[in-house]
């Protein structure tokens, strides 16, 4: 129903900056990618994969974990089917694979993975110290 994309990953300095992006496309007629709640997780190497943000399907509400919140933005833009997440004062810990998922129909920001139905393949970000 919907294909994932992500991109923009690649390796930063402690302290530095990064925007990823999701590109998401349909093949429904009438496809819109507001039909979805959208958020990014990340896994690190040895780690579970973990929430960090959620945004609703007209992006008005947005949710953090702790781990992220005041660092991280998450923001979408629906007419071009894009997700994005903007990524300040990046930490080494802050390593991992990142993926953007999506729950068709979502009615609520979950933080466990099991509640969204698509996933992309992930774009790695690596955090030097």
């Known amino acids: 129903q919907v294909q994932l994309v992500e991109s923009g990953g690649g390796l930063v300095q402690a302290g530095g900056s990064l925007s990823l992006s999701c590109a998401a496309s349909g093949r429904t007629l009438g496809w819109t990618l507001g039909w979805y709640v959208m958020a990014w997780f990340r896994q690190a190497p040895g780690k579970e994969r973990e929430f960090a943000a959620g945004i609703s399907q007209s992006g008005g509400t947005t949710y953090y974990s702790d781990s992220v919140k005041g660092r991280f933005t998450i923001s979408r833009d629906n007419a071009k089917n894009m997700l994005y997440l903007q990524m300040n004062s990046l930490k080494p810990v802050d390593t991992a694979v990142y993926y953007c998922?999506?729950?068709?129909?979502?009615?609520?920001?979950?933080?466990?993975?099991?509640?969204?139905?698509?996933w992309g393949q992930g774009t790695q970000v690596t955090v030097s110290s």
């Open positions: 998922a999506a729950d068709f129909l979502g009615s609520g920001i979950g933080t466990e993975g099991n509640k969204y139905n698509y």
